[in-house]
């Protein structure tokens, strides 16, 4: 069945009924295709294609971040083989080395995502370069928060090569918009139609 990744009203998506979600919930819920509050591995690996992702890439990421949070957005619950990833209790799996442009709730922080760019981007102000993404990561780091690391890195990496313009930069507005949870639906959107077929990293444009 073809997922349908339509705009998701505050009811939906978030297992919340009549709350207006988080940021991070927003960011979260383009994966719920069903929008029943839940994102299982098949959805997410379906919203990876989505938004232009190879099937290796797909693959990889829908195993890693659903067995990687499933189980922290579970309280109180047993294992599950399915993996399912709560939405309502997202904010319970951020990791260490993060930006903190989303706080302990999910909230989006406008200030610290200024900070990013403020002490990150310095070849050009509204956007950041590869060598910037790379320091940026490199001054997140926690001490011996080896998970926080690489979770940072493989979604910050994946924006990058996904986003970035023909000059390599990776625009302020992009940034916003995967924090603010609008991007991923957009990026569906203009691929929508598109038959591509590359298999490993990033479909074809």
């Known amino acids: 069945m073809a997922a349908n990744y339509e705009d ?75 993996f399912p990833i709560e939405i309502k209790n997202i904010k319970r799996a951020k990791h260490g080395s993060d930006s903190g442009v989303y706080d302990t709730e999910g909230s989006f922080v406008p200030s610290k995502f200024e900070e990013l760019f403020r002490k990150h981007a310095k070849t050009n102000a509204n956007a950041l370069t590869s060598d910037e993404l790379k320091n940026l990561l490199k001054a997140n780091r926690e001490p011996k928060d080896y998970k926080g690391w690489i979770a940072a890195y493989s979604e910050w990496k994946i924006l990058y090569i996904l986003c970035k313009d023909k000059q390599g930069l990776l625009h302020k507005d992009t940034v916003r918009a995967v924090y603010d949870g609008t991007l991923f639906d957009r990026m569906a959107k203009e691929k929508a139609g598109k038959k591509n077929h590359r298999f490993f990293f990033k479909e074809k444009m």
């Open 8 to 82: 998701h009203s505050i009811t939906n998506g978030t297992g919340v009924e009549g709350h207006e979600p988080s940021a991070l919930q927003k960011h979260v819920m383009f994966f719920d295709t069903n929008k029943d509050g839940v994102v299982y591995p098949w959805e997410t690996f379906q919203g990876f294609r989505a938004i232009g992702c190879g099937i290796l890439l797909s693959t990889f990421a829908s195993v890693f971040i659903n067995a990687g949070l499933s189980r922290k957005t579970r309280p109180g619950k047993g294992f599950s083989p399915k």
